[in-house]
């Protein structure tokens, strides 16, 4: 957690996760994840579920600092440098994912080249707002929510992750206040 104001990244939890319950991004990545395993259920009875590792895959691998910082570096300088090293690592969890939650950790491919395409293609517009104290706030803010990520998946918790995601780019707008 590298960020400089812990005021900033409890804001941006809570005004970004009123808007994902809002908007119920869970809910969305949730019909997306099930659609997926309507379309590519197994015929072997097994219970893996496609939804689940659909979800699990695209939080883990959109949420962290590599994946921002990474588009955006990609998006502003050409340097893909980050990208490439956070593939590599994302390749490895997939094939540990997928031993245990299936085929549905595939499908994250899709949603994490949408989601780190965007920021990508997004980055010449949002690049004045992304000072170095930005990014240290972000990346707080997904290492949080990482950490929520990390209890679900033990079981401990059944927080709705993906309707926090939108408060990772609350500190672009806090940090111009605060």
């Not at 809002?22 to 309507?38: C, M, N």
């Not at 059944?158 to 500190?171: D, E, R, T």
Request: aromatic share 8%; glycine share 10%; proline share 2%.
């Amino acid at each position: 957690l590298v960020g400089e104001n812990s005021l900033i990244m409890i804001i941006s939890i809570v005004i970004g996760t009123l808007i994902g319950e809002g908007i119920d991004l869970d809910l969305r990545v949730k019909q997306l994840g099930e659609f997926l395993e309507r379309k590519f259920r197994s015929r072997d009875g097994t219970k893996v579920s496609i939804a689940e590792g659909f979800v699990t895959s695209s939080l883990l691998f959109c949420v962290g600092a590599m994946a921002i910082v990474g588009s955006l570096q990609s998006g502003l300088s050409g340097n893909h440098e980050i990208l490439f090293n956070k593939s590599t690592l994302d390749f490895v969890a997939a094939i540990i994912f997928a031993s245990s939650l299936g085929i549905g950790v595939v499908f994250a491919a899709g949603f994490v080249f949408v989601y780190q395409g965007s920021i990508t293609l997004l980055a010449q517009w949002i690049s004045p707002f992304l000072t170095d104290t930005v990014v240290n706030e972000m990346t707080c803010v997904g290492s949080v929510i990482i950490i929520g990520l990390a209890l679900n998946m033990l079981g401990i918790t059944k927080l709705k992750v993906m309707n926090y995601v939108p408060a990772i780019f609350i500190p672009m707008i806090l940090c111009q206040f605060m």
